[in-house]
């Protein structure tokens, strides 16, 4: 069973992974800091949808052209994952939280049980920093977010809105109307 630890946050947070034989996780590109030689790389350009879904992602303004699949060939072996930006790492498991959405650019790893497509923004006005998509994340297991800073995690509720500069919104539930 994989087991996770989040060191040296929030300001440059590493994501520590310990895997046994057979354990799978997926990166985008560039995240990897250092891993075990018992621990097999496997490179796909545009995730599994190939030419197509590369072509999606550059029309979507997702950062990623390419993810890495990363494969424990023995037991007990180790690897180091970094954000491509200095900040903090949240674990989530969508297991738990039933799907949620997640600004582009903010995963950086998840277990191969975890599913994502991309989506344009609906949203007038939202993400002023130029990020257009919003990433749906469904299925089982964990996604790891990274963000500029620190993560702060809080409940909403009808009776109990909350405003959020867009530009610091890492990911929400299904459901949670953004009005």
């Known amino acids: 069973v994989m087991q996770y630890g989040i ?6 947070a590493v994501l520590n992974v310990t895997m046994d034989r057979g ?5 985008e590109s560039g995240a990897m800091m250092t891993r075990s030689p ?3 790389v496997e490179t796909s350009v545009g995730g599994d949808e190939g030419v197509s ?4 992602r550059v029309v979507s303004d997702e950062r ?7 494969t424990a060939t023995a037991g007990d072996v180790t690897m180091q994952l970094v954000p491509d930006h200095t900040g903090d790492i949240m674990e989530i498991d969508i297991s738990e939280t039933g799907g949620i959405n997640v600004q ?16 344009l923004n609906k949203l007038q006005n939202m993400f002023s920093s130029g990020e257009l998509t ?4 469904s299925g089982q297991g964990c996604a790891f977010l ?8 809080r409940s909403i509720t009808p009776g109990e809105p909350l405003i959020v500069d867009e530009d610091h919104l890492i990911a929400w539930t299904d459901g949670l109307d953004l009005s």
């Open 7 to 12: 060191t040296n946050g929030p300001t440059n």
């Open 23 to 27: 354990d799978q996780l997926h990166t």
């Open 38 to 40: 018992a621990i097999e």
């Open 53 to 56: 879904g590369m072509v999606k």
């Open 64 to 70: 990623s052209l390419s993810e890495n699949a990363f």
């Open 104 to 119: 582009s650019g903010s995963v950086f790893a998840w277990e191969p049980s975890v599913s994502h497509s991309t989506g």
């Open 134 to 137: 919003v990433l749906s994340l």
């Open 146 to 153: 990274s963000a500029h800073g620190s993560v702060s995690e």
